[in-house]
Each structure stands twice: as C-alpha cells, then as structure tokens.
C-alpha cells in the first residue's frame, strides 16, 4: 500500500485528499443499567397471562438444570481421575464426562431431552477444563470485554456497547470458584487479606478480579480478551482508524527511528496501535519488549519479550518493569518496546531513548499531547526523583519526537485524533505542533459521530530527516485535506 512513499522515490506523485471516518459508526455506549431496571426488563411487565406462563415455565426448568448441573459436577469431581486430566484428549474427556454425566442422569431418575443432554455436558466440560459459564463467551470472537457484577451480571461489550447478557453463576461461591480457578494457574492468589488481582488468561487475555468485602456486591471480574488477529496498518485506514497519508508519516517517523509515545484511555485502542506502528520496524533490529501483562505481537525475528512479575504470597519476588527495563539496557537492544509506562520506570525509558535506544515507543494514559507530556512530569515526580521542572522539560523535550493521541469517541469508534510532533524547548515551555487532527463535524440522529481527517497545514519538523533516510514525502501530505 505504502510502497509509492518507500525510499528511493522522490519523485511520488501527490496525494489524492482521503476523507476519514469511514469505519461502520457503532451505537454509541449506555450507561449499565441499574438492577431494578434489569429486573423490570426480565420481567416484562406487559406480557400476557400465556407469555407469563411460559416465562415461568422456563425459569423453573433452567433452576431444575441448574440444579441438576450442579449435582454432575459433584459427582465428576468425585469420579474423575484430576491428575490424569492434563495427559487426557479432548475426545477421551468429553467421552468419560458423557459417560459419567449419563450413569448419574439414570440413578437421578432424570429425564432429559437430547439437546438438553448435550448443553448439560457441555457445561460440564467447561465447568471441569475451562471457566464455566465464562467459557462460550471467551469463544465469541465478537465479544472485546467481560464483565462481571457479581454471580447474577454478566456484561459484554460488543462493537463499542456493553450489553447484559443471559449468563450467570449459581452463586458466589460458585464464581469464587472460577476466579480462584484463574489465579492459580499462574501462581496466584486472591482472598479477604489479598482482595484483588491480576493475572493472564492461557490466550493471553487480561484477567483482573475483586473480591468481598471490598467488592460489596459480589465478586467483580474484568477481562479485556486478546486478539488473536493482529490488525494490520491496511486493517485500521480501511476501518478509518486514520488515513493512508498518516500511515505513511508515521512509517517514516517509525522507520527512521523517531522515538513515539501512544497516548489514549482506557479502551482508546493504544496496544493496537503501538502493534500497528511496530510492524514499521525493520526485520534485522533487536527488539527487546517489557510489559505488565504481554500483549504486544510484534512479527519480527529478533524480538526478546519480558513479563513483570508480582510478589508471591510472602511479599517477596517481584519483579518490577523497572527491574526489567534496566537489565534490558544490557541486552543489546536496538529498540525497547514498554507496553505501558505508569511509574518510576519512566525514568529509564526516557533515559534509553536519550542515550542511543531511538526508535524506542511506548503507550501512556493521557487525553491529548499536551496532557501526555504533563503526565511523564508528574510520573518522573512521582518517581521520587528531585529536579528542576526545567531540567525535567528539557528531558522530555530531548527524548521524545513524537505523540499519537488515540481515542475512543462516543459513538464506540475508535480513531487516532491526533499527531504531534515535540520540536523542543522554548524558554521552560516544551515546544510541540499538531501534523494530523481528526475534525469532528457534528453528530447524525442516531449519534453517529461525523467527521474527517486532516493535515494542519504545518510541514513535519524531520522533514529533513525523512529525506535524508530515504523517505521524501511530498508536501501535499502536509496540506489540509478536503471533506466529502
């Protein structure tokens, strides 16, 4: 797609103007609702004696399976050889779980239809390999969050809207159960003296969890589930993510090893983005990555991936992202990838990035440029470290070149709003210009966000280094584009 901008090729011919915006608008986000209207919503006040009837009918017979689930379950775990589940083939389990579900059915003196059978046994199989009740939406791959209100919410969020779903736990105990099922595959634990926790999921989803007394109603679980596609730089312009003229700016800001920032909230899309960016990075450079909880899928050879670490149950072990980016300046790297820097560590990022790791990127929490840049002040203040807000600014101003703002609009859309270049210090101002903007233009009746993509009009501040490294875009990339 970019090759017209690759090196070598001064002579591009200009840029046609690429409105933005063009992704499908979601339905924009509702607040949850409370539990009196889910509730009334389950309740359906205005149904007819029949549809009463029949609703009653099927709430008793989901309590009778319920019930009768949770007797299997019993009997599977006094049945089944756990040790030898681990050795077992899905084919060898879900044969015995069938055979053992079946034997306790006919004892029971329990009459069920085949489909009935067959979702009892699949609840069962994810009841003993997987998470339970969680498990089918894990599988949905339409499915980006969980989140759980205690054992009776369960909500996900689809294509930028959270919605209640059906799913839920017999009790607390029940989803106690499944958490600590969770934490303690990696090593972990959660309880009234350690209420909180977080841990990754066998396919890399983020797992956080709080428990009682802290949380009052019930247990709440949050999973951020990871994709197993990584989305292309192709991916995001055709989703309207940003234009092709801006993926071909920050391909030359990437490849000739400018050190970026991706700021954004929560869910604002900065991992995909900083996913996105690093696949600018040339296949022969070292790679060294530093998360809290990995995420990142760079595709290149040569890439090293750390995974900070907690204290154990003791206090003792943890192993901070500090701890691993200091020992990643002695492994070599041509760049450092940090998932995200929230702490002391920022110190030793902006320090690589000044003492010959350019090209280095990270993500922070931060709702524009200029605010990113405040936030690296106050986590450098933080830090413990005393300097003079100058001396901090000047830190900044010389490690940083560039600022991505990601955010997620209302309508659930996700959209890059923002490029800004850092060109320096201006007495103790640090000094910065806006390249791209996304330009909101208003809404439609169904609060659908309209809007384009634009240029400021300002030409980059490393144009130069562009063309010296081979990447000379034309100036027509700088200029306002023109809506459709």
Known sequence: MFSKYKKGDPGSPELKSIPGGQETARTPSKPAPTQNAVEVKRRNVSRSPAQAQAADKERKRKERLGEIKLELHKRLLDNLNLSALESASENDLRSEIIAISGEALDEMGVVLNREERQTLNQDL???VTGLGPLEPLLKDDTVNDIL????????????????????TFKDE?????IIDKIVSAVGRRVDESNPYVDARLADGSRFNAMVPPIAVDGSLVSIRKFKKEKLSVDDLVNFGAFTEEMAAYLQAAVATRLNVIVSGGTGSGKTTTLNALSSFIDNDERILTIEDTAELQLQQTHVGRMESRPPNVEGKGAVTQRDCLRNALRMRPDRIIVGETRGEEVIDMLQAMNTGHDGSMTTIHANSARDGVSRLEN?????????????VRSQISSAVNLIV????????????????EVTGMEGEVISMQEVFRYQRVGLTPDNKIIGHFTATGVRSHYSERFRMWGYDLPAAIFEPFAAE
Not at 148 to 167: C, I, S, Y
Not at 173 to 177: A, G, I, N, P, T
Not at 379 to 391: D, L, R, S
């Open 125 to 127: 199989y994810d009841e």
């Open 148 to 167: 759980v209100n205690g054992p009776q919410q369960v909500f996900v969020e689809r294509a930028g809207k959270l919605e209640l779903t059906d799913t």
């Open 405 to 420: 703002q990601a955010s997620r609009l209302q309508d659930g859309s996700r959209r890059m709003v923002s490029i800004t």
């Open 379 to 391: 986590m450098i203040a933080m830090a413990g470290i005393e300097m003079p807000i100058k001396a």
């Open 173 to 177: 105990r029940h989803l106690l159960r």
